[in-house]
T-cell receptor, first 107, second 111 residues
């Protein structure tokens, strides 16, 4: 089956810093999503992005499907950005998740 | 808000007892999913449904069964719960654009 990898596994930032999270996948996919799981366990949709670039406030994402990767950019990080970031790829009818990047933003 | 409700949100039970988790949606989407989330394993698919009475297995389906008798409800049953099934269970639906939306999660502890 398809393999989904995320890097880095852990990231600690000072408030105000910028960061880039990466998602690599081993096969062609129909689509890709980024999620944020907050410290209370809620899974929040960030981006649904099969290709190209999208922006939403301080967050943006870019997917290069032909090269099998996606990047999530967080600018001017805030403590509320802390949590785990997952990418998920649509493979057939199912969504396959990466292991996540745990982000801690320190005040 | 994708109109997904999971119940119960928290449950503690004993080994060997049956457990049913319910996922209810209000928007009549065709695809529904059950995932479990465990430390070190991320989110893993248990079962999914692509319509009423149409279900299929995911990567960790052993020990679980599902039923979908109505579009809006997708039930996950543990016939005889074991301690290895202690986990957080998430229901999800695929929206009309193909995007996945999650419920709030159900935390199950099997003693």
């Amino acid at each position: 089956g398809i393999q989904v990898e995320q890097s880095p596994p852990d990231l600690i930032l000072q408030e105000g810093a910028n960061s880039t999270l990466r998602c690599n996948f081993s096969d062609s996919v129909n689509n890709l999503q980024w999620f944020h799981q907050n410290p209370w366990g809620q899974l929040i949709n960030l981006f649904y992005i099969p290709s190209g670039t999208k922006q939403n406030g301080r967050l943006s994402a870019t997917t290069v499907a032909t090269e099998r990767y996606s990047l999530l950019y967080i600018s001017s990080s805030q403590t509320t950005d802390s949590g785990v970031y997952f990418c998920a790829v649509v493979y057939g009818q199912n969504f396959v998740f990466g292991p996540g990047t745990r982000l801690s933003v320190l005040p | 808000d994708a109109g997904i409700t999971q119940s119960p949100r928290h449950k503690v039970t004993e080994t060997g007892t049956p457990v049913t988790l319910r996922c209810h949606q209000t928007e009549n989407h065709r695809y529904m999913y059950w995932y479990r989330q465990d430390p070190g394993h991320g989110l893993r698919l248990i079962h999914y449904s692509y319509g009423v009475k149409d279900t299929d297995k995911g990567e960790v389906s052993d020990g679980y069964s599902v039923s979908r008798s109505k579009t809006e409800d997708f039930l996950l049953t543990l016939e005889s719960a074991t301690s290895s099934q202690t986990s957080v269970y998430f229901c999800a639906i695929m929206g009309s654009t193909g995007e996945l939306f999650f419920g709030e999660g159900s935390r199950l502890t099997v003693l």
